[in-house]
C-alpha cells in the first residue's frame, strides 16, 4: 500500500492563521473558565478561630473580618466562634458547616512547631479535618491557620512582612462561596 508523504497530506498553516487560531482557543478558553466572584454581598460567614496564641490568630481575626466588610458582607451575616486551640477548629467548623446556615467556613490558627509536641501530627490531623468537614459537608472552607517554626514566622504572616492569612482567608472564602453557587446551577 502507498502512503502519502505527510508533507502532501497537511496545508502548510501561515503564521497569520496561526495566530488567528491562537487568539480564538483563548477567547474560547476565558468564555469556558468560571471563577467566583470577590463579592461578599448576601452572604453568611462562620468564622472558627483558636485562642490559643491569641497574640498571632487575633490579628487574623481582625483582617478576616475586615475582609469579607470590605468586600461587601453585612457584620450581622457574620459570626465568629472561639476554640482553645488550633486541634479544636475542624470539629467546631463541622459543626458550623452542618447547619446549612453558611455559604463559607473560615477557619484560623496558630500552630508553632516550638510549643507543640507531636507537632507534625497536629497539623495534619488539622488539615485534613478542615478538608473533611468542606468535603463531606459541601460548604466550602477556608485554610486560616498558620503552621509555624517560629513566632517570627507567624508574626510575619499576621500582618507583616507576607500580608495576613487571616484577609486571604477571608477572600478565598468569598470567592469559593460564589464559585460554589456557579458552578452548581
Ligand atoms: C496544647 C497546644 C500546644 C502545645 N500548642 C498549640 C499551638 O501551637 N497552637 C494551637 O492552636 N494550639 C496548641 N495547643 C492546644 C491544642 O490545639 C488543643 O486546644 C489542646 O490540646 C486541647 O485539646
Known sequence: MLHTPLSARTKPISPQSHRDTEKNTEAKIRLKTHAGKLDASGLHFGIVVARFNEFITDRLLRSAYDGLLRSGAKDQD?????????????????????????????????LLRGDTAHYDVIVNEVTRGIGQSAQETGVPHAFGVLT??????????????????????????????????????
Open 148 to 185: 509555624c517554626d517560629t513566632l517570627e514566622q507567624a508574626i510575619d504572616r499576621a500582618g507583616l512582612k507576607m500580608g495576613n492569612k487571616g484577609f486571604e482567608a477571608a477572600l478565598a472564602a468569598i470567592e469559593m462561596a460564589n464559585l460554589k453557587k456557579t458552578i452548581s446551577r
Open 78 to 110: 457574620i459570626n465568629i466562634i472561639r476554640v482553645p486551640g488550633s486541634f479544636e477548629i475542624p470539629s467546631a467548623a463541622r459543626t458550623l458547616a452542618e447547619t446549612g446556615k453558611y455559604d463559607a467556613i473560615i477557619c484560623l490558627g496558630c
